[in-house]
């Protein structure tokens, strides 16, 4: 399987509509690949928290038909990262969008662990209450969103609702950022899956962001990490590495919690 993870730049000089625009040719242009990553809020940035209710669009919104049709027109599984959802009846929310080869949806996962403690997205957003999985012909991705990372309880849930691959946008900071591969190279341990976490690069509202998206295998290993700057980060895996992992060390079988 063959997967890239766009690590999307995201910096106050260039608009919300012009991001999206560039956003989905980049993904046109992964014709080869089998799944494409895309980060966590790249349409607003993850802390520019005064942009979310401006930038706040309905699911089917133009985030939704832009990334629909180019998943479509690459004909690739496309996990777009996330949009801030704008739900008529009640909060916005940090929503996560699949779409199929063929540009239908897929799955929506709305994040269930929102940062900010007493401000940012904790008091702006609604959480999400479902865990999400969506099965490719030859994997079952566990969806998940940045913070979510610390949570292994929500891993936990995805595998035993079958996931294999877990996939983790995210806009994490750069002073974290190792708690960022740490806790993926973790979560990748202790659930016998691939973790595929893509994060954006350059700066929100002050912040500068971690990028290094990264590929763990079912042992922790790294298979393939970006740098600090906007860039593609493509690998190759065997999904079939996790059905051989779990039945070579059983761990998750001595399960007694």
């Known amino acids: 399987m063959r997967a890239s993870l766009i690590q999307i730049a995201v910096d106050e000089g260039e608009s919300v509509a012009s ?14 690949s089998d799944l494409v990553v895309l980060p966590e809020l790249w349409t607003t940035g993850a802390f520019a928290y005064e942009q979310f209710a401006q930038e706040a669009e309905p699911l089917e919104g ?28 009640g909060p916005l929310y940090n929503t996560s969008l ?12 709305r994040k269930i ?13 609604g959480a999400g209450r479902e865990l999400v999985t969506v099965r490719l012909p030859t994997t079952t991705l ?6 979510d990372l610390r949570f292994p309880e929500l891993f936990r849930g995805l595998v035993d609702a079958g996931a294999e691959t877990l ?12 708690h960022w591969t740490l806790l993926a190279q973790a979560r990748a341990v202790e659930n ?21 998206s990264i590929v763990v295998d079912p042992w922790g290993e790294v298979l393939a990490e970006a740098g600090p700057d906007e860039e593609v980060l493509t690998v190759e895996f065997d999904p079939a590495k996790v059905a051989a992992t779990r039945e070579q060390f059983p761990a998750l079988k ?3 919690l």
């Not at 662990?113 to 957003?125: C, I, P, Q, S």
């Not at 566990?142 to 913070?147: D, I």
């Open 62 to 89: 133009p985030t939704y038909e832009a990334m629909a049709k180019a998943a479509s027109d690459a004909g690739v599984w496309l996990h777009a990262g996330s949009i801030p959802e704008r739900d008529p009846d």
């Open 19 to 32: 991001r999206r625009v560039r956003t989905a040719s980049l993904v046109r242009r992964q014709t080869g």
């Open 98 to 109: 699949v779409f199929s080869p063929s540009g239908d949806l897929a799955a929506a996962y």
């Open 142 to 147: 566990g969806l998940a969103t940045c913070y």
């Open 254 to 256: 001595d399960r007694v």
């Open 167 to 178: 996939v983790v946008p995210a806009g994490w900071p750069e002073r974290r950022r190792a």
């Open 192 to 212: 016998q899956a691939f973790v595929l976490a893509c994060g954006t690069a350059g700066t929100h509202a002050g912040v500068p962001q971690a990028g290094h």
């Open 113 to 125: 662990h929102r940062f900010g403690f007493d401000k940012g997205e904790a008091v702006l957003m």
